[in-house]
């Protein structure tokens, strides 16, 4: 019989988030930015993870924050 055969597993590159090269400051974080904060959300609207920003847990949550304010005032979509 034979020996089974023995596939390489392929390793996966890390995922690098937007901002692990260039640090972002928690001042740039702003409702008026609407910039940032499009790059920071998907096409449907939503949020990416903290995996995904680089961000840490605190600007995550200041980032959420931000988002509602910008959407509730109207610079944002709710939904694109």
Do not use: C, H
């Not at 937007?18 to 998907?42: A, C, G, M």
């Not at 096409?43 to 910008?70: D, V, W």
């Amino acid at each position: 019989m034979a020996a089974p055969v023995r596939r390489k597993r392929r390793s996966r590159r890390p995922d690098v988030g937007r901002f692990r090269t260039v640090p972002i400051k928690p001042d740039e974080i702003n409702y008026k930015n609407v910039q940032l904060l499009q790059r920071l959300t998907s096409t449907q609207g939503k949020l990416f993870s903290r995996k995904r920003t680089g961000l840490n847990a605190q600007l995550q949550r200041k980032l959420a924050a931000e988002l509602k304010l910008a959407r509730f005032i109207g610079l944002m979509p709710y939904v694109s």
